[in-house]
């Protein structure tokens, strides 16, 4: 027996105004398989259930591109994005599938999952996306990657600082971070805000919300890039998170 996610038509139309067409549904649950199926052989997530998955990994997706309850309108009109640690494909995946006129970079240090990933965007046919294996420490000093996207997305991965350093040297100038978080306290944009004014950008907006079912608390936190980030950032690789600025 397979499981079939729900569809949810009336959160999604509430929470970001917005419905998945049936094509886009069926991609969600064919997603949604591929990763059970290799959950078997790769540890790629603790979230299995249907509703779970739906609303911890799509809907927690596509809300860190929906602030003020409306996606990103750039993504139509086909913004490049780069989301840093992916891990199974979050929230990357997702994006790729509703938003087929940008371009999605996946990126992992960790080629098994990056293996896993090139599988599902074959089964899948999204076009729109691709994998790389390395680490945000690398390409963000590399040219063909520093200063070339206009989203970088990056969740749970690290601590803010350490994420706003691993996203801002990849953006262009007027390019936009969002850093998906759970709980977050004034005392951590107090931290945040030091490192970031080092890299170039600033704290645009800190979003506060919950999750539709579970009711669970969610941040998204915007770092819009206004300067060029000094050559220096991001540091050498495990710099960041050894030293968080
Ligand atoms: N974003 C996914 C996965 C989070 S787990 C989700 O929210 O479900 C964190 C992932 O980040 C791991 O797959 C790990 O390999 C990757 N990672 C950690 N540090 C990294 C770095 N410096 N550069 C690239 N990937 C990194």
Known sequence: MTNTLPGMAEIWQETLNWQPTEEQQAKFQQLYELILEGNRQLNLTRITEPQEFWEKHLWDSLRGIAPQQKLISSLEEG??????????????????????????TLVDSTRKKINFIDTILDKL??????????????????????????????????????C????????????????????????????LQNAVIQLGGEIEAIENFSTPLTHSIRHCLHLRKIATTPAKFPRTVGTPTQKPL
Do not use: C, M
């Not at 990357?92 to 006129?101: H, R, T, Y």
């Not at 294996?133 to 997305?153: C, K």
């Open 79 to 104: 913004a490049s994005v780069i989301d840093i640690g992916t891990g199974a494909g979050f929230p990357g995946v997702p994006i790729a599938i509703v938003a087929p006129n940008s371009t999605i």
């Open 164 to 191: 706003a350093e691993y996203t801002l040297p990849l953006l262009k100038q007027g390019g936009l971070a969002i850093i998906y978080r759970g709980t977050w306290t004034e005392e951590e944009t107090q931290t």
């Open 125 to 162: 046919a999204l076009t729109n996306a691709k994998t790389l294996v390395s680490r945000a420490e690398e390409i963000g000093q590399q040219t063909q990657h520093r200063q070339q996207y206009d989203i970088a997305l990056i969740r749970a991965v690290s601590n803010a600082s350490v």
